[in-house]
């Protein structure tokens, strides 16, 4: 597949500068990279490759479609301070999708080392759950004592947190512009601290709705979310992040995980990756919902995002 530079550009704009092709032996060694295949001297070529991208503020496009104007774009990514602010490659799930023969339309190979593979290691690999965020059956008296400890102090926690930053994304996808800095401290308390500076920004109530599954969905257990906005006189409005098995954008629904029904949805969808393409599950969903006065919950407003590995970013700058 013909690779090629592109600069940095929002969904919908041209690029500010034509493409520019790859160096052959630059693209068959990122190629062999990707495949987890590469020789040495392959290997650092690839690295110096990355750093130029990152540096100069560009992506890779793809021409494994034949489209020149909406190519398939691979972003440089940055490891967490726990892997030495390495770079490494990623794919664009908000831009167009690679054909279906595509190496790039899948993760990169995860390597295997001494003992095994290492998922938090060399490369994107399979998708992984979460720990806090996704759980099979805690209820609000079990996030409450989930909060309550997550006040005690933790040490050995790395500054960046990206499930805070994928929040963050979402957010920023949302129009709701509230940037707090990292964090300090672990990934539950951060995403606490987010909520709590966006209920202040925003007249919002997060935090009970925060570590939402789809039977905390079914079961009600969001309510008491609501019945906070009117104790303290906040908006009916409240974000929510779960997990799901599928969704379509031209249907406007979804289904998340652990449910037997699907979940139609009032106002926009964004499901990055589209109908039709390649789409990774499980997906991250932020939704804005609102309570009507029959006491029935509608969704105003949803956004999705595939998870990616822990230690790996989304890119805030996509656009």
């Known amino acids: 597949m013909a690779l090629s530079t592109i600069p940095k550009h929002p969904i919908g704009k041209p690029p500010p500068q034509r493409a520019v092709p790859l160096d052959r032996i630059d693209a068959d060694a990122l ?27 560009s992506w890779l496009a793809c021409g494994c479609t034949g489209n020149c104007d909406n190519p398939p774009l691979l972003a440089v990514a940055r490891r967490s301070a726990g892997h030495g602010g390495n770079l490494s490659l990623r794919r664009m799930m908000d831009r167009a999708a690679h054909r279906p023969d595509c190496r790039f339309a899948f993760e990169q190979r995860e390597r295997e080392g001494e003992g095994g593979a290492n998922p938090m290691s060399e490369g994107v690999g399979e998708a992984i759950r979460p720990d806090f965020l996704f759980h099979e059956s805690s209820g609000m008296n079990d996030h409450r004592q989930r909060e309550s400890t997550e006040r005690e102090p933790s040490e050995g926690h790395s500054s960046n947190h990206p499930l805070a930053r994928r929040m963050l ?30 209920e202040l920004a925003q007249g919002l109530f997060l935090r009970d709705v925060l570590y939402c599954d789809a039977r905390a969905w079914r079961e009600g257990w969001m309510e008491s979310g609501f019945h ?57 969903m932020c939704a804005l919902v609102g309570k009507l006065t029959d006491g029935s919950v509608k969704i105003l407003q949803a956004y999705a995002h595939p998870i990616q590995a822990l230690d790996w970013w989304l890119p805030v700058d996509s656009n």
Not at 34 to 51: N, T, Y
Request: glycine fraction near 8%; hydrophobic fraction near 40%.
């Open 31 to 57: 190629t062999r990279w990707w495949e987890s295949m590469e020789s040495p001297a392959q290997h650092e070529r690839v690295l110096s490759l990355l750093d130029r991208l990152h540096a100069s503020g």
């Open 169 to 198: 994304w979402l957010l920023h996808e949302a129009k709701v512009n509230t940037w707090p800095r990292p964090y300090g401290t672990s990934d539950r308390k951060a995403l606490l601290k987010l909520a709590e500076q966006i």
């Open 228 to 284: 906070k906005y009117q104790k303290h006189g906040l908006k009916p409005q409240v974000w929510w992040l779960c997990e799901i098995d599928q969704a379509s954008q031209k249907e406007g629904f979804v289904r998340l995980a652990g449910a037997t029904q699907t979940t139609r949805i009032d106002g926009k969808l964004a499901v990055y990756g589209g109908d039709g393409a390649a789409v990774r599950y499980p997906m991250l």
